[in-house]
């Protein structure tokens, strides 16, 4: 199992412009059948980063964001992991 970080989903966008590194560790997970997940903080922080472009007046950039968003979500419906006050605490 893995838990994506913001920088990683993000550059994961970018797909065979990506960076060398993040592309090969998708192949593994897929070909390993592997869990990934993403934290609500992750979706917190696209969220953020699309509303400031938004608020830059490129609202045609955060357009595509946001489609990516929606698909990310659904994509990842079922592997999105909510933090409580425990899992804050670890």
Known sequence: MYLIDTNVISEARKRTKANRGVRQFFRRVIKEC??????????GELRRGIELLRYRGD????????EWL???LSEYRDFI??????I???
């Open 34 to 43: 592997t869990p990934v997940f993403l934290s609500v903080i992750t979706i």
């Open 59 to 66: 609202s045609r950039q955060a357009g595509r964001l946001e």
């Open 70 to 72: 929606e698909e990310l």
């Open 81 to 86: 992991l909510d933090i409580d006050t425990d």
């Open 88 to 90: 804050a605490q670890l």
